[in-house]
């Protein structure tokens, strides 16, 4: 499986301001996804990053709050934007690598713990 | 898309006993899989079920995918305090639907 390193572990934002959010794999993969976890709660994909073109939203996420850049295949930022304190939550880079069936099954970073302020 | 469904939302166990976790969803699913997350972790693949009806033994842990391929079950016997953690399932193709997860604490 991949090893992804995540960067930063933890922030404290303030209001309105911008964070990006590093994740880098030790090999080439496809599959990039970022996922948010608000506290207590399960995982909700925010997009897929797509290697050399624009990444795909999910319903309820857009490009100008979660700008994302895929230069290559094993390289990808998410930034959250004008943060409130909603945007408080654990972001989480993952990978997809196929399994059986086809179905990709996820390693994680170990996430970017955001507090806003 | 689709949705997994997961119960119970809080598992309270007695070290030693045995528990069990469900997955459902009102869709067939082309496989389901299960994470782990420990407290302050990120969450960790555990295995993935294909085949309909199918059942996975990890030690302690019996994975389960049911005969319509809409529901799942994740069985462990005997918990230690290492259990600790919450458990989700997720069902999808490319994109992973994940449970709300089931948050287990040990009573020592």
């Known amino acids: 499986s991949a090893v992804i390193s995540q960067k930063p572990s933890r922030d404290i934002c303030q209001r309105g301001t911008s964070l990006t959010i590093q994740c880098q794999v030790d090999?080439?993969?496809?599959?990039m996804f970022w996922y948010r976890q608000q506290p207590g709660q399960s995982l909700t994909l925010i997009a897929t990053?797509?290697?050399?073109?624009?990444?795909?939203?999910e319903s309820g996420f857009v490009i100008d709050k979660f700008p994302i850049s895929r230069p290559n295949l094993t390289f990808s930022t998410l930034t959250v934007s004008n943060m409130s304190p909603e945007d408080s939550s654990i972001y989480l880079c993952?990978?997809?690598?196929?399994?059986?069936?086809?179905?990709?099954?996820?390693?994680f970073g170990a996430g970017s713990r955001l507090t806003v302020l | 898309g689709q949705q997994v469904m997961q119960i119970p939302q809080y598992q309270h166990v007695q070290e030693g006993e045995d528990f069990t976790t469900y997955c459902n969803s009102s869709?067939?699913?082309?496989?389901i899989q299960w994470y782990k997350q420990r407290p302050g972790g990120h969450p960790v693949f555990l295995i993935q079920l294909v085949k309909s009806g199918e059942v996975k033994k990890q030690k302690r842990l019996t994975f389960q995918f049911g005969e319509a391929k809409k529901n799942s079950s994740l069985h462990i016997t005997a918990t230690q305090t290492t259990d600790v953690g919450t458990y989700f399932c997720a069902g999808g193709g490319y994109k992973l639907s994940f449970g709300a997860g089931t948050t287990v604490t040990v009573r020592a």
């Open positions: 990053a797509n290697q050399g073109s624009e990444a795909t939203y």
């Open positions: 993952s990978v997809g690598l196929a399994g059986d069936s086809g179905a990709n099954v996820l390693t």
């Open positions: 090999s080439q993969v496809t599959m």
């Open positions: 869709t067939t699913l082309s496989n």
